[in-house]
């Protein structure tokens, strides 16, 4: 009895939505990667050798006998921690990070992604060895854990590194869901530091802004005299109590739009009074639903796109579910012709060329530029779930999936997409 036409649609179960998603997701960073970089990092630090910013001798919170973990990793993880608390409820799917450095925060949050639920990264930063450095990092460092990120169950995240000043403001972070900016505001002049929270307060507005900076009593931990900030390049340090008037002066500017906490991290033993070494505000929206952006304000172009680079969350399961419903398309094509070689060749496999399969996946261009397609990887890490029904082999130069095949054409492709539509993440 002949099939009824391919339908597309009714290979399709409860992870239809979660393989449309993917699809729209990846297309949508495959335009993003794509656009051309405003400049060329590695012309322009050709000449200049890269030291990494925690090597600063200088910098008193590099001692380790005072914080275990680093102080560094210990505010990374607090703003980690604040973003797995509040982003669900706050919908968080794009993330700036004002004063980025060496994109350290990024780091630690890239083993988190696929919880925190975000769909973008947004990094700035003025100074383009520090972000060149980042990048750099972070993709070896992703390439290390790559195998094991591409079989979460997430979306897909892009980060994208700019150079430009945080004091001004840029239509690409101006619709950020959270800001966040951890020992920056203390490098520049007070009353820039004030500026810089109230625009993202009263212009970006986002559903979240954490904020942190040193506290200075705590400087005594370090061997400091009173006045002596922790680092050369600050500009001021406050006290707790100077810390909480700057903020009652950011309130009085935003009114009611925000509600705020203070918070501590970083303790060590005998200076427990002083509650911590770096203190936080975490400015939280108290309406979910913020107004939309201006088209002006969200065209401004004030930063310079320097790299990007993508966490391929959910890819391996994108891949799986993709060729699958391709391989089954195939065969209902060439339903006839795949018919007759069954009938007149004895033999129990049914061998399809990867090739014709992969022209029907029509996948991003993205992930084939990049070579993220891995066939063969991905159906061996899922041939226990297939039953041993389907595999890939090479003959000659050329690769092709075989597949067991039943009792009857027909019986494949209804354990194939039996497979596809029981196919649990």
Known sequence: ???????????????????????????????????????????MLKNISLVHSWLNLDDKENNKRLFTPPLQRQRADFVRDILLQWGRAYNIKKLAVMGCGQLYLEWVLMYKMDELGLRCVCSVDKKASSIREGIKDNKYNYNRVMSVLQKRVAMPCVIEAYLGSILELDGRVADADAVVSTEVIEHMPIEDA???????????????????????????????????????????EFDRQQFQDWIDELMEEVGE??????????????????????????FRFTDIYSAPKSEELLNMRNYKLAGHYVIYHGLRHFEFHTVLSAIIQYIHCNYDEIRMQSE????????????????????????????????????RWKSELMWGLVGVTRICADMYFVMSRADSVEETIHMLTTIQQRFSF
């Not at 993917?22 to 335009?31: F, M, N, R, S, T």
């Not at 794509?34 to 400049?39: A, K, N």
């Open 1 to 43: 009895m002949a099939l009824p036409p391919w339908k597309p649609e009714r290979n399709y179960n409860y992870q239809e939505n979660l393989m449309k998603n993917l699809k729209e997701a990846y297309e949508e960073i495959d335009a993003k990667v794509h656009r051309e970089l405003d400049v060329d990092l590695e012309e």
């Open 257 to 282: 739009l925000y509600e705020y906490e203070i918070r501590f991290v970083g303790q060590t033993d005998g200076y427990e009074e002083l509650q911590g070494a770096t203190q936080f505000v975490i």
């Open 344 to 379: 007149n060749v004895s033999s129990s496999l049914i061998v399809v060329p990867c090739e014709a399969v992969l022209k029907l996946c029509n996948f991003p261009a993205l992930l084939l530029e990049q070579n993220k397609i891995n066939i063969y990887q991905t159906f």
């Open 194 to 236: 004030t500026k810089f929270c109230l625009m993202v307060l009263t212009q970006i507005q986002p559903k979240m802004f954490v904020v942190s900076t040193p506290n200075a009593e705590y400087n005594t931990a370090f061997g400091l005299e009173l006045g002596k900030f922790r680092h050369t390049d600050h500009k001021f």
